[in-house]
């Protein structure tokens, strides 16, 4: 009897021993992105290619007026990835296209996981879109978007990137 006390204390110390040090990654600290606006909301994040903290815009194109994305937490690992395009008056083509981005902790840098789509209109001024794609927990996010105005044969592009949020 006393043997097999003995073999159960062993045993139990091992498992209370085991579980204090084996790291726990649920635990462990993610570091923020070095590169990138933190959203001021934990579960909305936007970015413009019109920079809205000057209070006005100094814009270096004739048709494209302005290109905004963000992404929303929706719920339990699904965010919804969305953006416009914009032109001062209807042009022959509009584009946004849209890329989920995810930061990478070890290589520094931002790269994209999803490329959502592109949502195009002809004689329009105005296009936009979204989706909601399921993501992995854990990890920071933010959108990528490219705005792209044709009008006879001239190509405007700029590109934007939402505030980030950490999907939890």
Known sequence: MMKLQRILFIIMAVIVVGGV?????????????????????????????????????????????????????????????????QAYAPVDNIEVK???????????????VINIGAFVLNQSSIVQGSKDVTVVKGYYYRTRSVHTVTEAGIVEQKTAYSSYIFVN
Do not use: C, F, M
Request: glycine fraction near 12%.
């Open 21 to 85: 040090l084996t790291p726990n990654i649920a635990h462990a600290k993610i570091k923020s992105p070095t590169e990138g606006t933190k959203s001021a909301k934990t579960t909305y994040g936007e970015g413009s290619t019109v920079n809205l903290s000057l209070g006005y815009s100094i814009q270096s194109t004739e048709y494209l007026k302005s290109g905004n994305n963000y992404i929303n937490l929706i719920s339990n690992g699904i965010v919804r990835v969305g953006g416009d395009t």
């Open 98 to 112: 849209l890329y989920l981005q995810r930061w990478d902790e070890i290589k520094g840098l931002w790269g994209d």
